[in-house]
């Protein structure tokens, strides 16, 4: 459709200068070639999407729909079968799996000649093409998966009739990012709550679950080599720590309570996700945000080691052999049970007067030359990031490890002496804009959570649905071949308030979909929040049945 405006915008200057009349008649003809050459559009009228699809072609007649089908697989596309019939059968289907193409109702098939954009597909729903069937191709397993969501927003239910309008739909993401983070270590929601909320991010075609699995509240991942992170690290939430209770109160806690995820249900998750076409990343944080494994270890920690107990806000004493080689082992038993490639680290927030206060760490850092505490920091991430780089594994962390002081606070000093190492990926979240730049120039890639925008724990009244839509991940300045470096983008969903899944569900729920559409749909053919308003209202209808628009404000 570009290609064809420039053409359009080219021959209307050439005839400037003929008669009133010609031109106009000319006008008519141009739109009318455009229309039959390019019969495609961002959203046909009465069809809703969401994300917004590339294009659709609506033939303008409603199908029934017969309540069993017949289902074919490509052998390659390796879908889920379970994960198609659960879908089917929630949409009001009884399914058959058919061994042949031929005669089956609904087709999924790897075509990479057809579909050439990474995770694009076609779908063409009782098209002039395939009258007797819903064809859905695609150059990968998740394209299919997003044709599979698109055709379930198709559908019309009339009274027990099941029904679909005839169209042609071309889709592709704008970004290979599209990420939601749960915060389970301030208020730990367990693996029903996280099914659902998975559930929802591919109905939304929502690519990346970043679980946020470690911080000062309490530690949730059980990890063998290290028995007491969960027996001990694990009896905390936000509440309790804003309260002043601690793992060591016992008196709180029941002896049937178990809030942190074993290593068998930690891959239980794994295949779900997996199943929907989301990976999984955790987070497991150093140096900072780790008080809750200093209640399992204290002599991990800089002060609390100095003291003898557990000092919350602690930092790991990174200079000690045993600490690093603690959380190296970590990351071994975690990366067996998240396959994906990618580790986040953390690394924002730190506290540097911890290490400012310890004789040991100041004398280290003269002997090895290192200028400021910053530098310290991006030394040991360097550290974790060649042992994860050495078994085939990615870092990401937040733009704190670049060395940057993103909030110009007094007591940080920027980097002097160290770099952080290539191929790291930096997630955006505070400073100025501009250090996306920044990170760019350097190399790394980055995905774009600027706070101001994709934080879902920050209250409606400071960023609303329509601020949510206006986020846009490319900022200024960007130059048109660093483009590729913005990977996409993260919201995120904090737990400090999120005692209990409607209080988490009335955070995230409905401003999820604006993230969603907002990694998908290319910016510049991004359309109006009215339009989208209108496309988010059948997935509003949806959520309300499920009890997650429930009105909790009253708990904020």
């Not at 405006?5 to 209307?12: E, K, S």
């Not at 309540?67 to 052998?75: A, S």
């Not at 200079?319 to 990366?335: A, C, G, R, S």
């Amino acid at each position: 459709m570009i290609n064809h405006q420039i053409n359009y915008a080219a021959m209307v200057r050439q005839e400037n200068n003929e008669n009133k009349a010609s031109s106009l008649k000319q006008l008519y003809t141009i739109v009318l070639f455009i229309c039959l050459v390019c019969p495609f559009t961002g959203q046909a009228a009465g069809i809703h999407i969401l994300p917004q699809p590339s294009g659709i072609e609506d033939f303008h007649k409603e199908i029934s729909l017969k309540q069993k089908l017949k289902v074919f697989i490509d052998q390659n596309a390796n879908l889920d079968k379970d994960y198609l019939l659960e879908v089917f059968t929630d949409e009001g289907f009884t399914v058959n799996f058919s061994t042949s193409e031929k005669g089956a109702d609904v087709v999924f098939k790897l075509n990479a000649t057809t579909v050439s954009e990474k995770d694009g597909y076609r779908l063409s729903v009782y098209g002039p093409q395939r009258k007797k069937q819903i064809y859905a191709l695609a150059n990968s397993t998740n394209g299919l998966l997003y044709a599979l969501q698109s055709f379930r927003q198709l559908i019309i239910r009339d009274g027990e009739a099941l029904k679909v309008p005839a169209c042609e739909i071309q889709d592709s993401p704008a970004f290979g990012w599209r990420a939601f983070m749960l915060d389970e270590s301030r208020h730990f929601q367990g693996k029903e709550v996280v099914k659902k909320l998975l559930d929802e991010m591919a109905r939304l075609k929502m690519n990346v679950f970043h679980w946020h699995l470690v911080d000062d509240p309490g530690w949730r991942v059980e990890i063998k080599k290290y028995p007491l992170l969960t027996e001990i690290g694990s009896r905390g939430n936000f509440t309790m720590m804003r309260e002043g209770i601690t793992p060591m109160d016992s008196a709180h806690f029941s002896s049937s309570a178990r809030w942190f995820y074993t290593q068998d249900e930690i891959r239980e998750m794994v295949d779900y996700a997996h199943a929907r076409g989301i990976v999984i990343m955790p987070e497991i944080e150093i140096p900072g945000h780790v008080t809750a494994s200093l209640y399992a270890y204290p002599w991990l920690g800089a002060s609390s080691k100095q003291e003898g107990k557990t000092v919350a806000g602690d930092l790991y004493d990174v200079t000690d052999p045993k600490m690093l080689q603690f959380f190296y082992d970590v990351l071994d038993e975690v990366m067996t049970l998240f396959p994906d490639g990618i580790v986040h680290i953390g690394g924002d927030e730190a506290n540097y007067v911890h290490w400012q206060n310890s004789p040991a760490i100041n004398a280290f850092m003269q002997e090895k030359n290192i200028t400021t505490y910053t530098d310290l920091q991006i030394w040991a991430i360097n550290r974790v990031s060649k042992h994860l780089s050495g078994k085939g594994l990615r870092m990401m962390g937040w733009n704190e490890i670049t060395g940057e002081n993103i909030r110009n606070e007094a007591h940080v000093q920027k980097s002097e002496s160290e770099t952080l190492a290539p191929g790291t990926v930096v997630q955006f979240w505070d400073g100025e804009v501009s250090l996306i730049n920044k990170a760019i120039a350097k190399g790394y890639d980055v995905v774009n959570s600027n706070r101001i925008y994709t934080y879902l724990d920050y209250g409606y009244e400071t960023t609303s649905l329509e601020k949510a839509y206006s986020f846009q991940p490319i900022p200024e300045g960007i130059a048109e071949g660093d483009k590729q470096k913005i990977l996409g983008i993260g919201c995120q969903m904090w737990g400090e308030y999120t005692p209990t899944p409607a209080r988490l569900y009335y955070q995230t729920f409905p401003r999820i979909a604006a993230f969603a559409e907002v990694g998908w749909v290319a910016q510049e053919r991004k359309g109006s929040y009215q339009s989208f308003r209108e496309r988010l209202k059948p997935l509003e209808t949806i959520w309300e049945k499920m009890g997650y628009l429930n009105d909790q404000k009253e708990m904020y």
